[in-house]
């Protein structure tokens, strides 16, 4: 990849980017963003009756926690915390994957970055140039930068 460089791809976990960027990149360079994370979680969560948004705003201080946790026992510490609140949302954290999204886990350098808010703000700024030609994107993308 890239003249023999391996970076990591932070993606939200969409299907198909979840079976395409392992392929192309390896599955141990690709990590999920934590904003898309959270969100199902928190869906998640809702499901399992934390319905009042102080309670919704709690569960996700308490993934927040999970996820930035940056050691092993950090991130111990903070799920015991979930599962000491709600066994099912523990379980939920165990089964999706947290060695691709939490700090403690995912082992590749992510240079302090665990959302993908940048590239997000960049795709709706830039929405308006993706049914243009070839010549009018690459301008409207260079007066975009000036």
Known sequence: CLGGLKPVIMTDRHKSLLHAVPRVFGLENHCYCIVHVRE????????VGIRRDATKDLVKEMFNRVAY?????????????????????????????PERWAQSKFTKERWGKLTNNPIESWNNWMCGLRQMSMPCLVSGHIQKLE
Do not use: P, S
């Open 40 to 47: 199902n979680f928190v869906k998640y969560a809702g499901k």
């Open 69 to 97: 946790a940056a050691t092993a026992a950090e991130y111990g510490q903070a799920l015991d915390e979930i599962r000491h609140y709600k066994q099912e949302l523990a379980r939920w954290v165990e089964d999706n994957e």
